[in-house]
């Protein structure tokens, strides 16, 4: 049985309102759905009670920043936030994830990813598409295809522990709650796994860690 789901969809398009509420509707029969037509209603409504996913169309009226990100989060800090957009992969993709978006889904894609991709991120999970996958890797992988054999890989148990909760997509605080220590602790830990890797974000290291040590990914 699928797990009660309290979804917000931030979108101004009525027809594309109607399309994700029946496709959610169908797999996730118990759903509490809200729907709002601009952000600055979205940033009330989720005031008003828990979500734990919005799905979120960054040129909804009063967004079309990345600190759309920021300004839910600072309301509730753990809600899931999937990216739904006909702008392009290419261009948008990797700002609103190294911004902290759980996933990016263009609504270019089939009607039966958006279940997908709603899935992924409710598993904290990042969802990339493959097209977001060959971006990022051009982005952050091409310039350095051989780097990764000249840098150091030997990581702590604990420091496996803390790249495994990072690329579920854990803030911080979660994962110094989760492992039992402090949160500065878990930002010493953080630091240092950057610096052996060469990155300086969660999707940088994902791209790696596929590279180098993929048995962290399961």
């Known amino acids: ?15 594309i309102v109607w399309a994700l509420t029946s496709i959610i509707e169908k797999y996730f029969p118990n759903s509490n759905i809200t729907a709002v037509s601009s952000f600055s209603e979205g940033i009330g409504r989720l005031r008003d009670g828990y979500n734990d996913l919005i799905i979120l169309d960054i040129k909804t009226p009063g967004g079309g920043t990345p600190k759309m990100i920021t300004d839910l989060r600072q309301i509730q800090s753990d809600v899931k936030i999937l990216i739904h957009t006909g702008l392009p992969e290419e261009e948008y993709a990797v700002q609103y994830l190294q911004q902290g978006a759980n996933g990016f889904l263009s609504k270019n894609a089939p009607y039966e990813t958006i279940i997908e991709a709603v899935r992924h991120v409710l598993s904290n999970r990042k969802y990339i598409s493959p097209a977001i996958h060959r971006i990022i890797a051009e982005n952050f992988l091409a310039p350095n295809e051989t780097s990764h054999k000249k840098l150091n890989f030997e990581v702590s148990e604990r420091e496996k522990g803390v790249i495994r909760l990072l690329l579920k997509g854990k803030w911080t605080k979660e994962i110094a709650d989760e492992l039992e220590l402090k949160q500065t602790t878990i930002s010493t830990h953080k630091g240092r796994i950057f610096e052996k890797f060469d990155v300086t974000n969660p999707i940088e290291l994902y791209i790696k860690i596929q590279k180098v040590m993929p048995e962290l990914l399961t």
């Open 1 to 15: 049985m699928e797990q009660r789901l309290n979804l917000m969809i931030i979108e101004d398009h009525e027809i």
